[in-house]
C-alpha cells in the first residue's frame, strides 16, 4: 500500500463517523441514547419516526460503531457504545452553535419561548439543592432518572408532573431539567409549575452536558 493510499483509508475510516452523523434524526437518536438503553419500539416513539426508519437509522450508527445492540427475545436495545460518544454530541452541537447564523437563531428563538434559563452555575446549584434552598427536577422518564441524572435531583416525569405537584414544597423555587437544550419536556414542566403559582426556572443542560463539564452524576432512584 502506497503512502497515498495509507492516507486515504485513514481519512477514508474517520469519515465514516461523519457520515453516520450527517443525519438530523440520527443525531436526534443520539441524543435520546445519552439518557441511556433503550428499545426500537421506544426509540421510534421518541423521535416520532416509524420503527422501520429507526432501524434503519440505528443500522447505520452501529456501522459506525456508535452504538451497540443486545435482542431480548424479539425485543432489540441500543446502547451508547462508548461514553465519547455523547461527548462527541455535545461538542458537535456547540460547535454548530457557535457557527450557524440559523442555528443561533433558532435557538434564541426557542430560549425565549421556554421561559427563564438557571443564572447558576454547576457547583452553586448543586450546593443549593444539597441546602434545600431549591428542588432541582428531572422531568424525564423515570428510567432515564435511573440511568443517570444530576445529584440531589427528584424523578417527577412530564406525563405525571399534574398528578404529583403535592410531592413539591410551594414556597421553594423549581429548577427543571430534561435531555438537554434541544429537548421541550422542560420548558412543558416550568409552563405547568407557573400555572400553578410554583416559581420555576429551566436548565438547559442535560446529563451529557453535565459530564461534558466534569460534574458529578448519580444512579439509580431514590
Do not use: N
Amino acid at each position: 500500500m502506497s503512502d497515498r493510499e495509507l492516507k486515504d483509508l485513514l481519512y477514508d475510516q474517520v469519515a465514516r463517523i461523519g457520515k453516520a452523523a450527517s443525519s438530523p434524526k440520527r443525531l436526534e437518536l443520539i441524543e435520546i441514547l445519552v439518557q441511556g438503553e433503550k428499545s426500537v419500539d421506544q426509540l421510534a416513539a421518541d423521535a416520532q419516526i416509524s420503527v422501520k426508519l429507526a432501524s434503519a437509522h440505528l443500522k447505520d450508527l452501529r456501522q459506525a460503531c456508535l452504538v451497540e445492540s443486545r435482542r431480548d427475545g424479539r425485543r432489540i436495545f441500543y446502547r451508547l457504545a462508548d461514553p465519547r460518544v455523547a461527548d462527541f454530541w455535545v461538542v458537535l452541537r456547540e460547535l454548530a452553535e457557535s457557527r450557524l447564523l440559523e442555528l443561533q437563531g433558532a435557538v434564541r428563538d426557542m430560549a425565549a419561548s421556554a421561559g427563564d434559563m438557571v443564572p447558576l452555575g454547576g457547583q452553586e446549584l448543586l450546593e443549593q439543592a444539597r441546602m434545600g434552598e431549591l428542588i432541582v427536577l428531572d422531568v424525564r422518564p423515570d428510567t432515564e432518572y435511573a440511568t443517570a441524572h444530576l445529584p440531589h435531583a427528584r424523578s417527577i416525569p412530564l406525563r405525571e408532573l399534574k398528578q404529583r405537584l403535592d410531592e413539591l414544597a410551594p414556597d421553594v423555587p423549581v429548577v427543571a431539567y430534561c435531555r438537554g437544550p434541544y429537548c421541550l419536556m422542560a420548558r412543558d414542566a416550568v409552563a405547568i409549575l407557573g400555572e400553578h403559582g410554583f416559581r420555576a426556572v429551566r436548565l438547559d443542560h442535560g446529563v451529557a452536558e453535565w459530564r461534558h463539564q466534569g460534574l458529578p452524576l448519580e444512579q439509580g432512584k431514590h
